[in-house]
């Protein structure tokens, strides 16, 4: 499974960006991570492929929306109302699922990463 993110950028804080990661295969539980200079790999958003179920890290929560389409195999994390401590890497990630309604947020559950994306937030 390939991923291909796109959609990071600078922006100043306040505004939005969203990102979109195409996948090469579909049924597939997807998510986002985002590592700042200096600190680990954190969690943001998944999604279950059904887009029955999504889960988000409590810094994002109200801020950030993750959405699928199916169709063209695409995830997305709308950000808004950014912040300078939104600052990262974000890269997205996804496995095989035995249930259209599994979601993952650990990165040890995911199987397949994406190049990253570069986010800065100026303030």
């Known amino acids: 499974v390939q991923l291909q993110a796109c959609g990071g950028g600078l922006v100043q804080a306040g505004g939005s960006l969203r990102l979109s990661c195409a996948a090469s295969r579909g049924n597939l539980a997807m998510g986002w991570f985002r590592q700042a200079p200096g600190k680990q790999r954190e969690f943001v958003a998944a999604?279950?492929?059904?887009?029955?179920?999504?889960r988000y890290a409590d810094s994002v929560k109200g801020r950030f929306t993750i959405s699928i389409d199916n169709v063209k195999n695409t995830v997305y994390l709308q950000m808004n109302s950014l912040k300078p401590s939104d600052t990262a890497v974000y890269s997205c990630?996804?496995?095989?699922?035995?249930?259209?309604?599994?979601?993952?947020?650990?990165?040890?559950?995911?199987?397949?990463w994406g190049q990253g994306t570069l986010v800065t937030v100026s303030s």
């Open positions: 990630a996804a496995r095989l699922i035995g249930s259209s309604r599994s979601y993952y947020y650990t990165p040890e559950q995911y199987t397949y």
């Open positions: 999604i279950s492929w059904n887009a029955a179920v999504t």
